[in-house]
């Protein structure tokens, strides 16, 4: 049985799964090289010219109207003769769906919290958290499903009303609130006109924000004030709207700067401290009622790596697993596993073993086709000589990371103990001054540089923002955010070419860290091809780009 699975809408993406595992993925902006790029008809093709015969197509949309979907739809039938599913009214059971089959646990509490899922009657209520339990082989039933209200500040009607009455008296259905917890984050975001799905850049401008200005958010656990809050129809992003905060919304903006960024980081943090502790609730909430201690989180919160630290320390008897494709790009993904093991009733465990997936393998000998370059064939001492010398590296080896944080197979390495590395990396990635930069660490050395988190050990997929050991901050204060914590992933033997690198710039520095960001500049997806590789290369002040495979290093001539 092979399964092939469509994320249409916001970042999309095609996967393919059988009794073999994943056979297939890829995102559609890393082939457009348009961020967040809806219908994914390029990755379609790609995918069934690289497996076998398709038995069945599902299409993981998240609750938007039949129209949009259509030209996905149409390419499907033009391309394959095979039965299709839709799963427009489930978008929360496809990211429990991935977060719970990777995992690796037989049993576990799935909690997603997202912006948008799937709608309860278009235009009237859409998913905001959901709870469920899972089991193999297809074993999901939904505790609790919390759902945000449209027509903010309007009567509902009678039949509306009558309606939230009957719901709410079964127990599982939450008609309570206006907001959801990430529609409240991203009031924060609006406010620094930013879109709605660049939440991450409001996570890293909370750590500037001042504890002293947090106002109360949530009136109930985790049930929004709802007069304080709007839905603004006139939203420029192409949404139907964007969340604001009634109060502050005349103070937005643009773009934040060394010079008016207080308010708008006070308010970062609000949002943060509010919603993690929302979330925390929601969890303390149904670990008491089943007393079941393995935890996925997913959804496009699950990428919160602040939140996720807190309810990890929150609750330290349970064991967490952090989906690292929280997003919606992954629900191609959970849509098509979740369909395999509702036919097959397959049992197998296939816990996550990297997110180095996206695309097919690509032919290397094109970078030898560009002008203005200059190469060398060198090995990983030679690389570590260059980290060393302070020089900026790309590595790029062999499948791209499939989620949206770079774990060594297209990431720009530095040295984390130059003062300044967060300023020339910058310049590099052109992108925005308050946001962090994370780490790599050899994972026998993370206690020694980092505070531990409850009961976790390793990090491997940059799921959690560690509390530096403050005797460690001035030695490796190019990694360290401004509230003193760290992101980080951690690397072992396993990890290949990152553990032979990590390894030999300990044996000469002593150090057992390195900066790593993503391979890419401000507003692009990851690079995903070698041509990807050699036009950043060229487009910006990287020093060196070095595939691993063949040991060609490139600089600009």
């Known amino acids: 049985m092979r399964i092939l699975g469509i994320s249409p809408y916001h970042d999309s993406s095609v996967a393919v799964f059988s009794e073999a595992g994943l056979e297939f993925y890829c995102k559609e902006e890393r082939l457009t090289r348009k961020k967040r790029q809806p219908y994914p008809l390029q990755s379609f093709e790609l995918a069934i010219a690289t497996v076998g015969p398709i038995d069945l197509v599902v299409i993981a949309a998240p609750g938007i109207a039949p129209k949009n979907i259509g030209p996905v739809k149409k390419h499907i039938a033009d391309l394959l003769d095979c039965p299709i599913v839709e799963m427009s009214d489930t978008h929360h059971l496809q990211h429990a769906s991935l977060a719970f089959y990777n995992s690796g646990f037989n049993e576990a509490l799935v909690f997603v919290c997202d912006r948008n899922g799937s709608y309860f009657e278009e235009d009237y209520a859409r998913e905001g958290e959901t709870v469920f339990t899972a089991s193999y082989p297809c074993n999901f039933e939904a505790l609790t499903k919390n759902y945000w209200l449209y027509n903010v500040g309007q009567e509902a009607s009678v039949r509306n009303k009558e309606l939230i009455e009957k719901l709410d008296l079964e127990g599982k259905l939450n008609f309570k609130s206006c907001f959801s917890i990430v529609k409240v984050y991203e009031t924060a975001t609006s406010l620094i006109g930013q879109h709605p799905l660049e939440n991450g850049k409001t996570m890293g401008l909370s750590s500037y924000g001042n504890k002293a200005n947090i106002q109360p958010l949530f009136r109930d656990k985790y049930f929004p004030i709802d007069h304080k809050f709007s839905h ?41 401290l509010e919603t993690q502790e929302a979330l925390k609730q929601l969890i303390g909430e149904h670990l008491a009622k089943t007393h079941i201690k393995k935890v996925c989180l997913t959804g496009g919160y699950g990428l919160n790596i602040v939140a996720n630290t807190y309810v990890a320390e929150a609750f330290p008897d349970v064991e967490f697993y952090f989906e690292p494709l929280a997003d919606d790009s992954g629900n191609s993904i959970g849509g098509a596993m979740y369909h395999y093991h509702k036919m097959t009733q397959d049992r197998t465990v296939r816990k996550i073993e990297h997110t180095f997936i996206n695309g097919v393998k690509h032919d290397l000998s094109v970078v030898n086709n560009f002008e203005n370059v200059e190469s060398t064939v060198v090995d990983v001492n030679f690389v570590v000589d260059l980290l060393v010398q302070q020089k900026s590296v790309a590595v790029f080896n062999g499948l791209a990371e499939s989620g949206p944080r770079a774990l060594g197979n297209r990431s720009i390495l530095f040295d984390a103990r130059n003062p300044h590395a967060k300023d020339i990396v910058n310049v590099i990635k052109k992108r925005e001054w308050y946001r962090p930069f994370a780490a790599m660490i050899l994972q ?37 955010h401004a509230d003193g914590t760290t992101r980080i992933q951690t690397v072992a033997a396993r990890d290949g070419i990152c553990h032979d690198i990590l390894t030999r710039f300990k044996a000469m520095t002593g150090c057992p860290l390195l900066l790593n960001t993503s391979f890419n500049l401000a507003g692009e997806p990851l690079v995903d091809t070698p041509e990807d590789a050699m036009r950043t290369l060229l487009n910006c002040d990287l020093d060196f780009v070095w595939f691993a495979e063949t040991g060609q290093l490139f600089k600009k001539s």
Not at 455 to 462: D, S, T
Not at 471 to 478: L, N, Q, R
Request: proline share 4%; net charge negative.
């Open 444 to 480: 026998e050395d993370l206690h020694e540089y980092f505070e531990k988190i409850a009961n976790i050990e390793e990090c491997r997929f940059m799921t959690l923002s560690y509390n530096t050991r403050p005797e460690k901050i001035k030695e490796i204060g190019g990694v360290v």
């Open 232 to 272: 603004d129809k006139k939203s420029f992003f192409g949404d139907s709207s964007v969340a604001i905060n009634t109060e502050l919304d005349s103070l937005s903006i643009s773009k934040v700067t060394p010079e008016n960024y207080q308010p708008y980081a006070d308010y970062a943090l609000n949002v943060q």
